[in-house]
């Protein structure tokens, strides 16, 4: 009774009572779950792991370290290559998640958190390409200011502050992005995978 | 048309038929043929890194151009001394109907050209004729600043030979003689320290360099173009050289393209605003009339579905 | 500092214009790929296990 009025008992019936262990970990889907546009979700999971795995490379040697390094123009590589492939992954998603209309059944949640990974990246990979302190960077960074200047967001983060976008790439972003993709897999998890549309049924 | 098919409400835990299924050797196996793709991808094609501009470059590769923008930014005439806010008050900014964002924000980055890009970095110079011009410009009311500058600047564009212009009449004040001292502060790679660490001895923010850059009539803006990076060449989506850029910022660049956006005064503030609306509209496309409709109207989940229905009907 | 496998894209991009259109062919590439991999996840054929009846039994 009393773990009912504690605050943790609130949170562990709200969080971990709503799931049973197949839930979370699942070793068995419903006999519908068998097509390849499944596999597009945990594809853009894994090229979100070569991004940490590269970006913490790059961060552990420091910004400059890769335009003098092979190895680390290497690094580098695998990092945009990385990007360009979460991008496709993560759209192709989007497309099978679309013409299957994943948002019935108290789904809408789970649509919501997918469309905040993707902007999130958007904003994510912005900042990485605006840190490259190379040309394009240059270019890409005195162009967009003009953008969010005339949002007023130019007032609080400049694109021209290199140090304020390295921060931003490095620490907060990424935080920001892992939370909403956990949040949106447990939701996925939560929900289970949706049912067929059926003839009849909505 | 009706089939013989239960009902399945997607809202009720699934009850049915299920299959075999590895949720942790999935993630390993989507990380390991991922992983090895993008090290191949790296391998295969690298990545660009075109060398960045300084003062220094150029400086050395646009001498005129660099005389004339100093000139402009002592004059006022630029596009960041008329820019408005975040960085000064000389401008509008944009508006959209009549709400001016960047207004409510306010000025929080203070950029005063003349003096953030010329005058700031020639005080740490010690020659006494460099000094002497700082302290008559810096004693010179603005009318008079300006109209030294001013006549410097028209005289540098009908002329163009920067820093060999002589003044016969004595209408340009000490603004040859700082324009010319910074010149050589660009040359000798000084001017590059000098706007990066007036804050702090960490080079961190560059705002300085990239403005006045940004102001630039030619060095920048042809490289820029020359690489195919314009804003009226698609350009954020690009890259430099013949790398993928990103191309999810198709639709964002598209605007920009085309009318009413295409030549309008507040065109960032127009599509900014636009690819919000979009943005949001994806984010609730699920409650939206009409478009959560088309996955019914063009069955495309007859085809990812095709074995179960198929088992169905069976 | 290149590798034996590199392939060089350190040259002016190739652009396809068409109307207020244009995108370079690193772009398009992509685009083209994105298309191309989801038409093959709709009709590739997956792996078909066995379907049970019954859910698999929990403890």
């Keep these: 009774m009393s773990e009912k009025i504690s605050w943790t008992g609130r949170v562990r019936s709200a969080t971990?009572?709503?799931?049973?262990?197949?839930?979370?970990?699942?070793?068995?889907?419903?006999?519908?779950?068998?097509?390849?546009?499944?596999?597009?979700?945990?594809?853009?999971?894994?090229?979100?792991?070569?991004?940490?795995?590269?970006?913490?490379?790059?961060?552990?040697?420091?910004?400059?370290?890769?335009?003098?390094?092979?190895?680390?123009?290497?690094?580098?590589s695998v990092h945009l290559w990385s990007v360009e492939l979460f991008f496709v992954f993560m759209v192709v998603h989007l497309w099978g998640k679309f013409w299957m209309a994943a948002w019935r059944g108290r789904r809408l949640a789970t649509w919501i958190t997918g469309c905040l990974a993707?902007?999130?990246?958007?904003?994510?990979?912005?900042?990485?390409?605006?840190?490259?302190?190379?040309?394009?960077?240059?270019?890409?960074s005195t162009q967009a200011k003009d953008g969010f200047n005339a949002m007023g967001i130019g007032a609080f983060f400049n694109t021209l502050n290199t140090?304020?976008?390295?921060?931003?790439?490095?620490?907060?972003?990424?935080?920001?992005l892992g939370a909403i993709v956990v949040w949106h897999v447990i939701l996925v998890r939560r929900r289970g995978v949706v049912p067929p549309i059926e003839v009849g049924g909505e | 048309m009706r089939r013989e098919l239960s009902s399945v409400d997607p809202s009720k835990k699934w009850s049915g038929p299920v299959r075999e299924y590895d949720l942790i050797k999935e993630l390993v196996v989507a990380v390991?043929?991922?992983?090895?793709?993008?090290?191949?991808?790296?391998?295969l094609f690298s990545s660009p890194d075109e060398k960045a501009l300084t003062m220094n470059s150029w400086s050395?590769?646009?001498p005129a151009d660099f005389v004339q923008t100093a000139a402009a930014e002592l004059a006022g005439t630029t596009t960041s001394a008329s820019y408005g806010p975040p960085y000064n008050k000389n401008g509008e900014g944009q508006n959209i109907g009549p709400i001016n964002l960047s207004k409510l924000a306010g000025v929080r980055i203070p950029i005063d050209p003349a003096n953030s890009f010329v005058i700031e970095p020639l005080k740490s110079q010690s020659d006494p004729i460099t000094t002497a011009a700082v302290s008559q410009w810096l004693a010179a009311p603005s009318k008079e600043q300006s109209s030294w500058a001013n006549a410097y600047s028209d005289a540098l564009l009908k002329d163009g030979k920067a820093l060999t212009l002589t003044d016969a009449a004595g209408m340009y004040g000490p603004v040859p003689t700082l324009v010319t001292a910074l010149y050589a502060m660009a040359k000798s790679g000084a001017l590059d320290g000098a706007l990066t660490t007036s804050d702090t001895t960490l080079p961190t923010n560059f705002t300085k360099p990239l403005l006045f850059l940004g102001d630039s009539g030619t060095y920048f803006p042809d490289k820029a173009s020359a690489q195919h990076l314009s804003g009226d060449q698609w350009g954020v989506m690009n890259e430099t050289g013949s790398w993928p850029g990103q191309s999810w910022l198709w639709l964002y660049s598209f605007w920009y393209q085309i009318e009413p956006f295409k030549s309008s005064g507040n065109a960032d503030i127009?599509?900014?605003?636009?690819?919000?609306?979009?943005?949001?509209?994806?984010?609730?496309?699920?409650?939206?009339?009409?478009?959560?409709?088309?996955?019914?109207?063009?069955?495309?989940?007859?085809?990812?579905?095709?074995?179960?229905?198929?088992?169905?009907?069976? | 500092?290149?590798?034996?496998?590199?392939?060089?894209?350190?040259?002016?991009?190739?652009?396809?214009?068409?109307?207020?259109?244009?995108v370079s062919a690193g772009n398009l590439s992509i685009i083209i790929a994105m298309m191309v991999i989801f038409t093959l996840a709709l009709f590739m054929p997956f792996p078909n296990h066995e379907d049970h009846k019954v859910k698999g039994s929990k403890k």
């Design chain 3, 1 to 22: 500092m290149r590798n034996f496998l590199e392939i060089s894209l350190n040259h002016p991009a190739h652009y396809i214009t068409f109307g207020p259109f244009s």
């Design chain 1, 163 to 176: 140090g304020q976008a390295i921060l931003l790439h490095v620490s907060l972003l990424p935080l920001v």
């Design chain 2, 60 to 62: 050395h590769e646009a």
């Design chain 2, 32 to 43: 390991v043929v991922v992983g090895l793709l993008a090290l191949t991808l790296a391998a």
């Design chain 1, 16 to 76: 971990l009572e709503k799931f049973e262990p197949e839930d979370l970990l699942p070793d068995h889907q419903p006999a519908y779950v068998a097509s390849w546009i499944y596999v597009f979700g945990v594809a853009t999971l894994a090229a979100f792991v070569m991004l940490i795995a590269s970006g913490l490379y790059l961060t552990l040697e420091g910004p400059a370290w890769w335009h003098t390094s092979s190895v680390g123009h290497y690094v580098n």
């Design chain 1, 118 to 140: 993707f902007f999130t990246s958007i904003i994510t990979g912005f900042t990485g390409y605006i840190i490259q302190s190379n040309f394009d960077s240059q270019w890409i």
């Design chain 2, 270 to 314: 127009l599509v900014m605003s636009l690819m919000g609306i979009l943005s949001l509209g994806l984010l609730l496309l699920p409650i939206l009339p009409v478009l959560p409709r088309i996955p019914y109207w063009i069955p495309v989940h007859r085809l990812i579905w095709r074995n179960w229905y198929n088992k169905k009907k069976n």
